[in-house]
């Protein structure tokens, strides 16, 4: 029974991972309940509740609310929270903003303080337009990480709290570095309030008094940046160069304009003293690198100031988005030996990232390192069992290694959970066939070949 309890705990966890929009580290609101604290369950309970996964698994989102009511009317004492949360995303998905509400609030009665649950209700209420829950909500996240400040002043946007959501944008802003998102916000708010020119030429009239104010003439470029009055920009930037030669933030604008008007050597200057500013955010450092990505993607002769940009910001910041972005664009050059070190960076930061914890153990097979793969590979089918390229992997690996009945029983389990991928079906029916052919049933090995060549047909 303490198995089925395990299965059901480790569903419990994986249903917190799907998140459009979230900032939260911990994803799994119910991972430190105690395996035993579950109780026994019936087996009526297990059938209903498994059904209602796969249900939901295949967009059949009605049936498994009768799946989850029928576990409800099972649980008499309430204390599986998981039941309410599950049955909420299903409402979720169907629209049914109210039920679905109801259902994180008695999941957060059961549970408090749970921010996945907290961000599915803010979902839940901003989609129905119900601002004054929505702002209760995003009040309870913001202690989870600031970052959710953002929501607050979207909300304050709707609202017509303009003053009030920049105040938020500008307390962000020197938290964690400007940010292309609160920019946006920023403009558009700029635009319907009319704010714009109020706050040029106030800014104007303090630069004016308080000549030396760095941060007021760095709210200044930005302002002539959001406007695309980018001469404005350079020459207020040059001015506050003039006056303090020491001011590292100035060169986050300067790099910006300079790569727009073609002064590609200024800007590779402005970008490397931003990376080596021990002053400047990592935030706004990731921002930089980033756009030196994209520019030498296009201008490939600046690869080795990129090198060099590279190696100053592995020294400083370690940020799994970063090192995934280096990665893809080694990965994308055709260098895939320097991208999987990056890669690996970033899954070992960011393990609840599948998509990128995939790309990592197809790139390891295909440098030939097949007891990493076969470990990795391992350890995502505990995270991610319905995975099909998991076990693709692991077999693959496991073949190389000569351990045959292992890659057999890693394929065959895993061709069971493929889904719509033919040309994945029909990689593991060839690995079957050459491995059967390995152990000597001719037969079984003839018919796999078969049915992976009908598929590559198809495609």
Same mark, same amino acid.
């Given at each position: 029974?303490?198995? +089925?309890?395990? +299965?059901?705990?480790?569903?419990?966890?994986?249903?917190?991972?799907?998140?459009?929009?979230?900032?939260?580290?911990?994803?799994?609101?119910?991972?430190?309940?105690?395996?035993?604290?579950?109780?026994?369950?019936?087996?009526?309970?297990?059938?209903?509740?498994?059904?209602?996964?796969?249900?939901?698994?295949?967009?059949?989102?009605?049936?498994?609310?009768?799946?989850?009511?029928?576990?409800?009317?099972?649980?008499?004492?309430?204390?599986?929270?998981?039941?309410?949360?599950?049955?909420?995303?299903?409402?979720? #998905?169907?629209?049914?903003?109210?039920?679905?509400?109801?259902?994180?609030?008695?999941?957060?009665?059961?549970?408090?303080?749970?921010?996945?649950?907290?961000?599915?209700?803010?979902?839940?209420?901003?989609?129905?337009?119900?601002?004054?829950?929505? !702002?209760?909500?995003?009040?309870?996240?913001?202690?989870?990480?600031?970052?959710?400040?953002?929501?607050?002043?979207?909300?304050?946007?709707?609202?017509?709290?303009?003053?009030?959501?920049?105040?938020?944008?500008? !307390?962000?802003?020197?938290?964690?570095?400007?940010?292309?998102?609160?920019?946006?916000?920023?403009?558009?708010?700029?635009?319907?309030?009319?704010?714009?020119?109020?706050?040029?030429? %106030?800014?104007?009239?303090?630069?004016?008094?308080?000549?030396?104010?760095?941060?007021?003439?760095?709210?200044?470029?930005?302002?002539?940046?959001?406007?695309?009055?980018?001469?404005?920009?350079?020459?207020?930037?040059?001015?506050?160069?003039?006056?303090?030669?020491?001011?590292?933030?100035?060169?986050?604008?300067?790099?910006? +304009?300079?790569?727009?008007?073609?002064?590609? !050597?200024?800007?590779?200057?402005?970008?490397?003293?931003?990376?080596?500013?021990?002053?400047?955010?990592?935030?706004?450092?990731?921002?930089?690198?980033?756009?030196?990505?994209?520019?030498?993607?296009?201008?490939?002769?600046?690869?080795?100031?990129?090198?060099? %940009?590279?190696?100053?910001?592995?020294?400083?910041? %370690?940020?799994?988005?970063?090192?995934?972005?280096?990665?893809?664009?080694?990965?994308?050059?055709?260098?895939?030996?320097?991208?999987?070190?990056?890669?690996?960076?970033?899954?070992?930061?960011?393990?609840?990232?599948?998509?990128?914890?995939?790309?990592?153990?197809? #790139?390891?097979?295909?440098?030939?390192?097949?007891?990493?793969?076969?470990?990795?590979?391992?350890?995502?089918?505990?995270?991610?069992?319905?995975?099909?390229?998991?076990?693709?992997?692991?077999?693959?690996?496991?073949?190389?290694?000569?351990?045959?009945?292992?890659?057999?029983?890693?394929? !065959?389990?895993?061709?069971?959970?493929?889904?719509?991928?033919?040309?994945?079906?029909?990689?593991?029916?060839?690995?079957?066939?050459? +491995?059967?052919?390995?152990?000597?049933?001719?037969?079984?090995?003839?018919?796999?070949?078969?049915?992976?060549?009908?598929?590559?047909?198809?495609?």
């Amino acid at each position: 029974m303490k198995g +089925i309890k395990y +299965i059901l705990l480790l569903f419990m966890m994986l249903s917190m991972l799907s998140r459009k929009h979230t900032y939260a580290q911990d994803s799994t609101p119910f991972a430190d309940q105690n395996v035993d604290d579950l109780g026994d369950v019936s087996d009526a309970f297990q059938e209903a509740f498994f059904e209602a996964l796969k249900q939901k698994g295949i967009e059949n989102y009605d049936r498994a609310i009768e799946q989850l009511n029928t576990c409800i009317k099972l649980d008499i004492t309430s204390s599986h929270p998981i039941l309410y949360f599950e049955r909420g995303k299903n409402h979720l #998905l169907l629209k049914d903003y109210d039920l679905a509400a109801a259902d994180f609030v008695k999941t957060l009665e059961l549970k408090p303080n749970q921010e996945p649950v907290l961000n599915l209700l803010y979902d839940v209420y901003y989609q129905n337009r119900d601002y004054e829950n929505a !702002e209760a909500t995003i009040k309870q996240l913001i202690p989870f990480d600031s970052q959710y400040k953002e929501d607050l002043a979207r909300l304050y946007s709707a609202t017509r709290r303009y003053d009030e959501a920049l105040t938020l944008i500008e !307390e962000l802003d020197e938290e964690k570095g400007k940010d292309r998102f609160r920019d946006s916000l920023r403009k558009r708010i700029y635009r319907i309030s009319g704010k714009k020119d109020v706050d040029r030429e %106030a800014l104007n009239k303090d630069l004016e008094e308080n000549a030396k104010s760095e941060k007021d003439y760095l709210k200044l470029i930005y302002l002539y940046s959001d406007q695309g009055n980018t001469e404005k920009a350079y020459e207020t930037a040059l001015k506050l160069q003039k006056l303090n030669p020491e001011a590292d933030a100035v060169q986050l604008a300067l790099y910006k +304009i300079d790569l727009e008007k073609g002064n590609t !050597e200024n800007a590779m200057d402005a970008m490397s003293k931003v990376l080596g500013s021990q002053k400047i955010s990592a935030k706004a450092k990731h921002r930089v690198l980033n756009d030196f990505l994209l520019f030498v993607n296009d201008n490939p002769t600046y690869a080795p100031q990129l090198e060099t %940009a590279i190696s100053t910001f592995d020294t400083q910041v %370690a940020d799994s988005k970063i090192y995934q972005n280096i990665g893809e664009y080694y990965s994308k050059k055709g260098k895939k030996e320097q991208a999987l070190p990056y890669l690996i960076k970033a899954v070992e930061k960011d393990q609840d990232n599948v998509e990128l914890l995939k790309n990592v153990v197809t #790139l390891e097979l295909e440098n030939g390192d097949y007891m990493s793969v076969s470990k990795r590979a391992q350890a995502a089918l505990e995270l991610y069992p319905s995975q099909p390229i998991f076990y693709y992997v692991s077999g693959v690996a496991l073949k190389q290694q000569e351990k045959l009945q292992e890659a057999l029983d890693q394929l !065959e389990m895993g061709v069971d959970y493929i889904l719509d991928d033919t040309k994945l079906e029909a990689n593991f029916y060839a690995q079957l066939g050459e +491995i059967y052919a390995k152990l000597g049933d001719t037969q079984k090995a003839q018919r796999y070949n078969t049915q992976a060549s009908k598929l590559r047909a198809t495609n």
